[in-house]
């Protein structure tokens, strides 16, 4: 653990304030809490958001595991968890069962969460709303009186448009029934996931400012049509590697000639399966 | 009919703009299935008035009641912001002048009309392009231009496309800015023919602000005639034009270029 910086980083005040914003959220699902954002030693838009999450709930007895879209091993997952066992001294793992805090960008890990368990989202535009209204006064009164037509305007335009829903990611949510929520970048795959998930989820704009949460058992419901369900993405084949048909399936250029496979994109899900295979 | 059964009661409304501008005074009542004309030059006061009865400014005096479905009178400044708000996607619609400021330019023509079936809960996609059809025939736009933007839309085009989606979940009550403004004669007459009888046909209560004659005269039953914030004279539509008491309708009407 690094000298010179105070635990996680962050300073105690900080980390009070975001707890604070946290708890709010939590009693508040799906409710966007303004707190005030920090600047991180790395840039907007690669995970500010999560990490000030992260610092401010992580302890010395946690044991963290970050994933970039799915892997462990990509660069802001390995410097982002590495960021963390310098200030914090935590340990760190890449297994999601021995993981207490998982800090994550654009996927839900595959295998199913536990109660104790702790999902920090990496949030880039934090409004459902936004595309269909830019003000922000105007969106801020459209949640307080739960005025969501607009939402179901813009997967009307999908129908219309590409014969049915062709949102395939930060597909809305209506959280507890109440509160309609951006999930973050996820692929609509994941979305069932977050329904009455025992894990807690955490969800990080540090750009935009916003701090949102859905606590353990939390109904999490995708909107659709009555006469165009929602439903997730679904592939041909099953995983190249580990042979798993019921995983997010990333596809992966493997030559200049454009041969390519498809791969779990959830690595350690994929190696623990190869692992049982072998 | 007697003022138990207005739609619309306005008292003494007066909205200025640091002392000067906007409307005072204004007073009158609307029956349903009636269109009220306001005509007036230019910063007579007309859309600050058109906006304080449709409840989006606030007035300085005076009460705007509305008669709800169910028959209660309303006090449209008194009641809380969800209320107003849902009054303003059930019961009222707002036809913009440019039809820019009331349509969605991102989403198409289907969407548009959807829009206010979604905000009050149908959740049924083919229902709900349905209704979006029948409306785009409604207005005379061709039904395979159902998902272009309105983007591709002549202005006469947008501004049907306006009016369908106002009018999709039945209003009662329409405010109209100019709805034939900036169009061309020949679309003008097509537009107002269409508006007359949807009007009719839906027993529609309206108020028309222009400051077209013409059109006030070809929609209009009854006339307000605004100046200064003030108005100053009103009357059956037939009766105002024909006969103008005041000094500013004699010359308002007079100012009218012989076609």
């Known amino acids: ?278 | 009919m007697s003022e138990m059964d207005a739609i619309l009661s306005v008292r003494d409304v007066a909205k200025l703009y640091g002392g000067r501008g906007g409307c005072k005074e204004v007073s009158f009542d609307l029956w349903p299935g009636e269109v009220l004309g306001i005509v007036g030059e230019s910063g007579s006061g007309k859309t600050t008035l058109l906006d304080c009865l449709s409840g989006r400014r606030t007035p300085d005096a005076g009460r705007i009641m509305y008669r709800g479905r169910d028959g209660e009178m309303l006090d449209v400044h008194a009641l809380s912001e969800p209320r107003r708000r849902l009054l303003m996607r059930t019961d009222w619609g707002i036809v913009h002048q440019n039809p820019r400021d009331g349509l969605r330019m991102g989403v198409s023509a289907g969407a548009n009309i959807g829009e206010r079936l979604m905000a009050v809960g149908a959740r049924h996609y083919g229902q709900i392009r349905g209704s979006a059809n029948d409306w785009l025939e409604r207005v005379e736009i061709d039904e395979n231009r159902i998902d272009d933007r309105p983007m591709t839309f002549s202005g006469g085009m947008q501004q049907r496309l306006q009016i369908a989606r106002n009018l999709v979940n039945g209003p009662r009550l329409v405010f109209m800015d100019e709805p034939t403004g900036g169009l061309d004669v020949s679309v003008q007459a097509r537009l107002l023919d269409l508006l007359r009888r949807l009007v009719r046909e839906m027993h529609l209560a309206c108020i028309i602000v222009t400051h077209d004659l013409g059109v006030a005269r070809l929609l209009a039953h009854r006339l307000m005639v605004m100046k200064d914030g003030r108005v100053i004279e009103e009357g059956l539509t037939d009766q105002v034009l024909d006969d103008p008491h005041h000094p500013y309708t004699q010359l308002l009407v007079s100012s009218v270029l012989p076609a």
């Open chain 1, 1 to 278: 653990m690094s000298k010179g910086y105070n635990f996680a980083y962050l300073d105690e005040q900080t980390k009070r304030m975001i707890r604070r914003a946290i708890l709010k959220g939590v009693a508040i699902p799906g409710y966007q809490v303004p707190f005030a954002s920090r600047e991180m030693p790395l840039p907007y838009g690669w995970g500010t958001g999560g990490i000030q999450v992260t610092a401010s709930v992580i302890g010395p007895n946690d044991v963290l595991k970050v994933i970039d879209q799915g892997a462990d091993d990509t660069t802001n997952a390995v410097s982002i968890r590495r960021f963390f066992a310098r200030t914090a001294g935590v340990k760190t793992t890449e297994r999601t069962s021995e993981a207490s805090l998982i800090q994550t960008r654009h996927r839900i890990p595959e295998q199913p969460l536990k109660e104790g368990q702790i999902l920090v989202y990496q949030v880039p535009i934090p409004e459902p709303l936004r595309w269909m209204e830019p003000r922000e006064t105007e969106t801020r009164k459209m949640h307080a009186l739960a005025e969501y037509g607009v939402m179901h305007v813009k997967l009307y335009e999908d129908i219309a448009r590409f014969g049915r829903i062709a949102s395939s990611y930060n597909y809305p949510v209506l959280v507890h029934g109440r509160y309609v929520m951006a999930p973050s970048p996820i692929p609509k795959f994941d979305n069932p996931k977050m329904d009455r998930m025992p894990a807690l989820q955490l969800f990080g704009a540090g750009r935009e400012k916003r701090i949102y949460a859905v606590p353990p058992y939390t109904s999490v419901k995708s909107l659709d049509f009555e006469d165009h369900p929602f439903e997730v993405q679904r592939w041909d084949k099953p995983c190249e590697l580990c042979g798993a048909s019921d995983t997010y399936l990333d596809e992966v250029i493997t030559d200049d000639q454009g041969a390519r496979m498809f791969v779990c994109s959830d690595s350690d899900a994929c190696q623990e399966r190869q692992k049982g295979a072998a």
